[in-house]
Nanobody, 138 residues
Framework: QAQVAEAGGGSVQAGGSLRLSCTASGYTHSSNCMGWFRQAPGKEREGVAFIYTGGGSPWYADSIKDRFTIPRDNAKNAVYLQMDSLKPEDTGMYYC???????????????????????????????WGQGTQVTVST
């Protein structure tokens, strides 16, 4: 079973930046869907950014387009969430999820990970971390 670990959350003022990291280990898949969800208190979980590590364009939620990016480092089995121009509404717990896939795209990974993470129980092929808190103040 793979492990996924997030890091890099914290508190920042509106307009600032944070960079989250997500590292996956303990698996042998050559390509993966990896992505970020977030959840604010009292709100539904939201898909933020997703990427297929085999290449192609990422998928971004409309709420964060042009402010967030999801760079990847395949050598480190890692993806990041570069968050710029942060707003108070970006506050929440950010979760990284991963699943090994043979083919994909950013859009495919968004739909795939969203579907799997909403399943009860979650499939054993899906891996996720404990989350990291992001707080943006005015």
């Amino acid at each position: 079973q793979a492990q996924v670990a997030e890091a890099g959350g914290g508190s920042v003022q509106a307009g600032g930046s944070l960079r989250l990291s997500c590292t996956a280990s303990g698996y042998t898949h050559s390509s993966n869907c990896m992505g970020w969800f977030r959840q604010a208190p009292g709100k539904e979980r939201e898909g933020v950014a997703f990427i297929y590590t085999g290449g192609g364009s990422p998928w971004y939620a409309d709420s964060i387009k042009d402010r967030f990016t999801i760079p990847r480092d395949n050598a480190k089995n890692a993806v990041y969430l570069q968050m710029d121009s942060l707003k108070p509404e970006d506050t929440g717990m950010y979760y990284c999820e991963q699943e090994g896939v043979r083919h994909g795209s950013g859009d495919f990974c968004y739909h795939r990970l969203t579907l799997l993470s909403a399943s009860t129980p979650r499939p054993s092929s899906l891996n996720w971390g404990q989350g990291t808190q992001v707080t943006v103040s005015t």
